[in-house]
C-alpha cells in the first residue's frame, strides 16, 4: 500500500459512490459513520474516515482528526463518541453517560487507529501536515500514556472496561466477564439501535442489560479512573486494544523522529508493549486471544482481532495456518469469529460478520510481515464490497449485506485500500 494517490488517477463508479458517502455523512469537522443508527462522531470510525478523506481532501482529513481530540478529557483519554449535537433517535445519549468533558461524550475509550493513521496523513504530505502533527502530537502522547496507566494489567497486556470500549461490542471474548456483571436495577431504557437494523443483526437485550449497567456504574463514580479501577467486574484484556495501541506507539516514535519532537519514552513502552503481548498468547489453543483480567480464563476464541498481531508488528508462526484455515472456511475476508467456532453467527454483529476495516489492518499488517495472505484479504475484500455495497459489515459465507447501510468507514476502506491494486 502506498501513501499518496498518483495525481493522474482516475476515479471509478464505485470510487465516487465512496466519496460522495463521506461526503454525505460529514456534519461539518466530522463525519457521522452513517445516518440515523450512528448520529454522532465515534472514535475509530472517524480516523478511518480521515484515511477516506485523504484521498480527494487532505485538509479534511487532518480536520477529522483535530475534531475529534477536541474531546479529548484532562486525564488523556478520548472518547469513543462525541456528542456534538442532540439527536433524540439514539440512546444511550449524554444524560445517560453524565461526563464532563470539553464536549458532551461517553466515559469510555475506542482502539486508538488515529495514533497510527496521523502519521499515514502526515507521510503523504509532509509539507502540509508538519505543523498540523506538531499540535496533535502531545495529545496523541497523552492518550497512549492514558492507555498506558488505567488500562495495562499486571502481565502487561491492555484491556477493556466495557465491551463498547473495544469497538467489537458482542464478541465472544466478553461473555465470560459479562457473566459476571449482574443488571440488577439497570431500570427501562428504550434501544434504539433495533429500530434502525434488524435485531437478528445485533447484540441481545442479555448484552444490552449489562451494557447499560456498565455505563451507569461509570456515571456514579463519575468516570474517575481510579475509582473505576476498584471491584471493576469487567476487566478483559483484548487483542484489538494492544495490537493497534503498539501500532501506534511505533508510528509516533517514526514520525516523533522524523520532525525532531520529544520522543522520550516510546521505545520503552513499545518494548513493554511487545513483551505484555505474550500474555495474550493462549497457549492451549495456539493463538492470540482475550482473557478475563477477573479469573484469568480465556475466552478461546479465533477472532479477527488474533489477526491483529501483525498490525501491530508482533509475529507468530502458527497465526499464518490459522488465518489460511479462517479463509479456507470463509470467502468474504476474514470474519469476527473463526466459522468453525459453534458460537459463530453469520450475521450477529461481532459474532461472525466480517468487517472491511478490520480486513484492512490484518490485511496490510500481514502484507508488511511479508505474509503473502495479506493480498488474499484485500482481495476479497474488495470484491465484497463491489458486489455487496458500502454497508456496515458482511456475511463472510455469503458476502450478504448487513447492519447499517451508507457506511463511512467501508467507504473509507474502498478508497485507502481496498479498491487499489495491490
Known amino acids: 500500500m502506498t501513501d499518496t494517490l498518483p495525481p493522474e488517477a482516475v476515479f471509478s463508479e464505485r470510487d465516487e459512490a465512496a466519496k460522495a458517502i463521506l461526503i454525505a455523512n460529514d456534519r461539518g469537522g466530522y463525519t457521522v459513520p452513517t445516518a440515523g443508527l450512528y448520529p454522532y462522531q465515534w472514535n ?4 478511518f474516515a480521515a484515511l477516506g478523506f485523504a484521498r480527494f481532501d487532505l485538509n479534511r482529513a487532518w480536520q477529522e482528526i483535530e475534531t475529534l481530540f477536541t474531546g479529548q478529557w484532562e486525564s488523556g483519554m478520548v472518547p469513543h463518541i462525541l ?5 433524540p433517535g439514539y440512546f444511550p445519549g449524554p444524560d ?4 464532563n468533558g470539553p464536549i458532551a461524550s461517553s466515559g469510555i475509550t475506542q ?3 488515529a495514533l497510527s493513521f496521523a502519521p499515514r496523513l502526515l507521510r503523504q504530505d509532509p509539507d502540509f501536515g508538519a505543523e498540523r502533527f506538531r499540535a496533535l502530537y502531545p495529545k496523541m502522547r497523552a492518550w497512549a500514556d492514558w492507555f498506558l496507566r488505567w488500562r495495562r494489567d499486571e502481565k502487561g497486556a491492555i484491556f477493556v472496561i466495557h465491551p463498547w470500549e473495544s469497538g467489537r461490542d458482542n464478541a465472544v471474548d466478553w461473555d465470560n466477564a459479562m457473566e459476571g456483571v449482574d443488571p440488577q436495577g439497570v431500570g427501562y431504557y428504550e434501544r434504539r439501535d433495533t429500530q434502525h437494523v434488524d435485531a437478528s443483526m445485533r447484540p ?4 444490552y442489560d449489562r451494557y447499560i449497567w456498565l455505563v451507569q456504574r461509570g456515571k456514579r463514580l463519575g468516570w474517575d479512573d481510579a475509582a473505576m479501577a476498584e471491584g471493576n467486574p469487567f476487566r478483559v484484556a483484548d487483542p484489538t486494544m494492544h495490537f493497534i495501541l503498539l501500532r501506534g506507539l511505533r508510528e509516533l516514535l517514526v514520525a516523533g523522529d522524523h520532525l525532531g519532537l520529544d520522543t522520550e519514552g516510546l521505545e520503552a513502552q513499545i518494548a513493554g508493549l511487545e513483551e505484555g503481548a505474550k500474555a495474550l498468547w493462549n497457549t492451549g489453543m495456539g493463538f492470540f486471544d482475550s482473557y478475563n483480567c477477573n479469573n484469568g480464563i480465556w475466552a478461546n476464541a479465533l477472532t479477527n482481532a488474533s489477526f491483529l498481531c501483525w498490525f501491530g508488528g508482533v509475529s507468530a508462526p502458527e497465526m499464518d495456518r490459522h488465518l489460511q ?3 479456507d472456511a470463509a470467502p468474504y475476508g476474514v470474519p469476527s469469529l473463526a466459522p468453525f467456532d459453534p458460537r459463530f453467527d453469520a450475521k450477529r454483529y461481532w459474532r461472525g460478520p466480517t468487517w472491511a476495516m478490520m480486513n484492512m489492518m490484518i490485511g496490510e499488517g500481514a502484507a508488511e510481515a511479508g505474509i503473502a495472505l495479506g493480498e ?7 470484491e465484497v464490497i463491489a458486489n455487496y455495497g458500502f454497508v456496515e459489515y458482511f456475511d463472510p459465507m455469503t458476502g450478504e449485506a448487513a447492519g447499517g447501510k451508507a457506511f463511512t468507514w467501508t467507504a ?5 485500500w481496498a479498491g487499489k491494486e495491490g
Do not use: I, M, N
Open 204 to 207: 441481545t437485550k442479555y448484552d
Open 44 to 47: 475509530w470510525d472517524s480516523a
Open 376 to 382: 488474499e484479504v484485500r482481495k476479497r475484500t474488495q
Open 83 to 87: 456528542f456534538h449535537k442532540p439527536d
Open 96 to 99: 445517560v453517560w453524565g461526563c
Open 325 to 327: 484455515r479462517v479463509l
Open 111 to 113: 482502539p486508538p487507529v
Open 412 to 416: 473509507a476502506v474502498w478508497l485507502a
